[in-house]
């Protein structure tokens, strides 16, 4: 009840920062991945949820603190005169420490260890100021086209690159940040660390996992710009303006969803294997 209460506060403090975060979450592919945190990180902790065995004091103390900057910084960024970005971009930090505060006082510390990676995965919700947007967009522009342009060579197709510009005989390809694929990157990302966190034990294996996610992102980004490449010099140059292009980033999104599912198959394997000689002796 105590939580619940806690939580109603929190929305009506934040609400403003909350319709803003979401709003832009709908119409900016740059911050679609947040719309997924909030159920993620719920079903995390209910799926681990133990009944917390009992309220210490210090507990209590810890989470009143926090509580209270959470509250501190949602006054002080009321008045200050940062970029507009920049300020929702902190008053979502506040407003995760806000629930972690809550947390840890309602549930105490042996529930907030057992939760740490769910309230974590709520700093997701934070969305990425411009300055941090913009790096990111470039960083995925240049893997992308190196990623494509090793394509092209795979498959024996003569190219050139000169920044993000790819020569292939009949056409030159420019990857624009509106190829960068951004959100599907994004959400591959989530996902990947949503699923090893449900489905895998280990801590190496949950790290191997995402940072398989980062390349494989890149790499998907290349398929689909190689894939449109080859569509408009063999088959029908209206590829490059028609449907697929516009829409077929949902095919390349599955094929590397697919390709996490793999690699969490033989990860999990490796435990299952690992674990069984430890079952079998203690049986």
Known sequence: MIFSALGAICIAIWWRPLASVFALAWRDEHYTHILLILPMSAALIFMDWKPPAGWSGFSATAGAAVLLIALLARAG?????????????????AFVTWWVGAFILCFGRGAFRRALFPLCFLLWMVPFPQ????????????????????????????VEQTGTLLDIPGLTLE??????????????????????QWLLLSFWRKAVMVAA???????KNGLRIFSLGVLATKVDPGFLTGRFHRKGGIIFFLIALVGIFLLLWILRRGENQTTSPAAQATN
């Open 175 to 196: 990857v624009a940040p509106e190829c960068s694929s951004i959100r599907s990157s994004m959400l591959l990302l989530v996902t990947t660390m949503f699923v090893a």
């Open 131 to 158: 300055f941090v947007v913009d790096p990111l967009v470039s960083l995925l522009q240049q893997g992308s086209t190196a990623s494509a342009h090793l394509f092209f060579a795979a498959f024996g197709i003569p």
């Open 213 to 219: 996610a980062i390349p494989l992102t890149v790499l």
């Open 77 to 93: 960024l009321a008045s200050t005169g940062l970029p507009a970005d920049v300020r929702l971009s902190l008053n979502m930090l």
